[in-house]
């Protein structure tokens, strides 16, 4: 019988009389105690207790993320607009109240949330569980977030064949932004109401502080559902994801508009972030073991990133090239096509080497791969992807954002702001989930750590 393991600095005994275990999950202490109940594991009672640090600069963070990022989105769609295209320019280009507001805006957005939900709920597709949560259940996900993206094209394609004027988007980009980041303020504030009626093992570990502001912010509860219909879980793949690509293919008919065809760096951009999306889409059952679904509670950061940050700064690129048409040769364009491959190539066999391990370690794909034990039963992979680098899939991802930027040359920073924020986000991203495996796996991981020793760019980081 193994005893005094250390996990995450504290000690925990496999002994049938008692166990009291502190996990250090994600900053947050979780202490379990079990009464002298015997072997049968089902009848220990858990006491569950937690004090939480707190994440993205605590409640300051809280109060002035939700004021700046917004203004950030509309500060660039407004630049990415101008002649200069200048993020350094003093006084910052902000627009006009009368470019902020158009009713058509909120009406689209709504129509469009609303054909998304629409589509969530058609019985298409297959059910998946997710992971098992803390109160021993598991919840069901309708897997059909690819039927919804090819209903979505076969509807705007046949809007185009009518004569949609689709690149009206270009017009629309501000006060459609500006509709998004007032429903997502909304949106939050009512899950952040809604998650007082919802029982404790269903509030996030980390969105429970009891600071309204903080919780607010970060998400107090982790699965909200009206029904069967998972919020947060419909937000993070559709109406944001799909609505980016549509965005996208609006700044291209506004380029035909003006110039009588799309550029090739106007087709590379819309094709390249078309592949990340319908990839999405298509191996949507990963989400279900992302970090967003499986720990962070559904609040304002994760409702505005999906709702108006992923839309309409992932979109940049596009609305740039609109303004600021390129020049590309064969030659560079094959070399980018060649950087956008290769991006991809580690970013989906990396996640997929990973989702297939987690799923079936006995698969014939991931059985012959080295790894290592851990006090949780659950085993860690030294070799193959996650032997090059702690998180290749970060890597891939990294490459294909710089390959996005690459189209619009390197007259301005705009377009680079993506890879750039991006760096910045999987760096944070990579230190949160080092802290919450360090916490779960203890000296197993300790020992990964040193047997895989760069983060996520081999060599450098
Ligand atoms: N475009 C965008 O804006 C964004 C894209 N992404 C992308 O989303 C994808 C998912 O990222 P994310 O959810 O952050 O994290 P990962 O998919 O990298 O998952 C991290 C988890 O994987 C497991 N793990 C880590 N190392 C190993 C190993 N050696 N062997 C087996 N399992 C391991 C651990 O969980 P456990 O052990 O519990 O299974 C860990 O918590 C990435 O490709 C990322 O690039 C992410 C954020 C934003
Ligand atoms: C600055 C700010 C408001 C940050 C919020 C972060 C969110 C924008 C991102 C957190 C994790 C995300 C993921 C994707 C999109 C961005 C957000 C929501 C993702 C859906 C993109 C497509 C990928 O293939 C993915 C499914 C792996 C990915 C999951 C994480």
Redesign the pocket.
Known sequence: MPTGRTVGGSTFRHRYGWTEQRLKYNKITITLKRTKMGPNKKAAKHRLSHETEREFGGTLGAVCIPIF?PLTVLFLICVSQSPEANVFQLPPRLPTTDQLWDPLAPMLLLGWIGLHALLYMMPLGKVSEGLVLRNGTRLKYPINGFHSLCISAVLLMLLLAFGAPLGYLFELLVPLAVSAIAVSFLFSIYLYVRSFWAPSHALALGGDTGNPLYDFFIGRELNPRVGNFDLKYFC??RPG?IGWVVINLGMLMKEVELRGSPSLSMILVNCFQLL??A??LW?EE??LT?M?IVHDGFGF??V???LA??PFTYSLQASFLVVHPQTLSLLKAAVIVALNGVGYYIFRRS?SQKNQFRRDPTHPSVSGLETIATATGKRLLVSGWWGLVRHPNYLGDLLMALAWSLPCGFSHVLPYFYVI?FTI?LIHREARDDRQCRAKYGLAWDTYCRRVPYRIFPYLY
Request: charged share 15%; no cysteine; aromatic share 18%.
């Open positions: 990022l993070e793949l994801l990340y999306v990839d999405a191996n990963a989400v992302t967003d950061m994760l505005f990133g999906d940050w992923v996640n924020y986000l």
